[in-house]
């Protein structure tokens, strides 16, 4: 799998067959731009929810585009939609299986992508739903959404798969987990890494799983620490009570 990271898209690439898809292409001459400069194929968008920074640049990508692409997603806000899918459909970029996971919370219609190469090595683009340290804001669902998709479906993925967001927000992120976890030491040198690859204008994503279940507070709703600050005792009220304190936290790097 070869994952190209820009402030605007990924594209996902077979690197046996050269055939390409793009995640959230808000900005299509971007996207033309990568497609060219790697000569690969391009034949699929893969959009995880409607919101214009994730779904915006689709009508104009097709309309620049000269042949048709096929523009999958979950829900009917979605601009260009012509593959709609849901919970457990495939799909193929070249020799890449694709994977769709149902994940509403912060919209009804989220998809992530779950990728597996032949080779072993996997991916989940997660849109919106999961952040490095974070996850979505609960516009249109519930905590009982978001534990279904953080912790009953997304981190029962190998360990191993990397995880890429829809938004580099992790320096904010793990300011709210040292505030909930500080003597989380997984989360201490997580925020030190991050202000260095920051501080020369580097990405933070990816991440992994197995990271995501040892810093992310939203992943982590099981743990006894995580559910004392948040003053519960059973992981979806833990989950609710941290997702209501992180939309007024003020980070402090």
Not at 36 to 54: A, F, M, P, R, Y
Not at 110 to 115: A, F, G, L, R, S
């Amino acid at each position: 799998v070869s994952d190209i990271f820009s402030p605007h898209f990924f594209q996902i690439v077979c690197d046996v067959t050269k055939e390409a898809a793009i995640v959230d292409p808000v900005d299509p001459e971007c996207v033309l731009a990568a497609v060219s400069q790697e000569n690969v194929n391009l034949t699929k968008i893969l959009t995880t929810h409607h919101h214009w920074d994730h779904a915006g640049g689709n009508e104009k990508l097709l309309k620049m585009c000269q042949k048709s692409l096929q523009v999958y997603g979950g829900d009917d806000r979605i601009g260009g939609l012509n593959c709609k899918v849901k919970q457990d459909d495939t799909l193929k970029i070249g020799d890449l299986k694709v994977t769709c996971l149902f994940t509403p919370c912060h919209t009804t219609g989220h998809i992530c992508y779950y990728v597996e190469a032949p080779n072993g090595e996997r991916c989940v683009f997660t849109g919106d739903t999961l952040f490095q340290g974070g996850c979505g804001r609960f516009f249109e669902g519930t905590a009982e959404q978001m534990y279904t998709a953080l912790i009953e479906k997304l981190s029962a993925l190998p360990d191993d798969t990397k995880v890429f967001c829809g938004h580099e927000y992790t320096l904010q992120n793990m300011s709210y987990a040292r505030h909930v976890e500080p003597n989380n030491g997984d989360i201490l040198k997580r925020i030190e890494w991050a202000k260095l690859r920051r501080a020369t204008k580097s990405a933070t994503v990816p991440s992994t799983i197995a990271d995501e279940k040892s810093w992310n507070p939203f992943m982590r709703v099981h743990e006894a620490s995580v559910q004392k600050h948040a003053q519960q005792s059973e992981p979806i009220p833990t989950m609710a009570s941290l997702r209501k304190e992180k939309d007024n936290f003020k980070a402090h790097l």
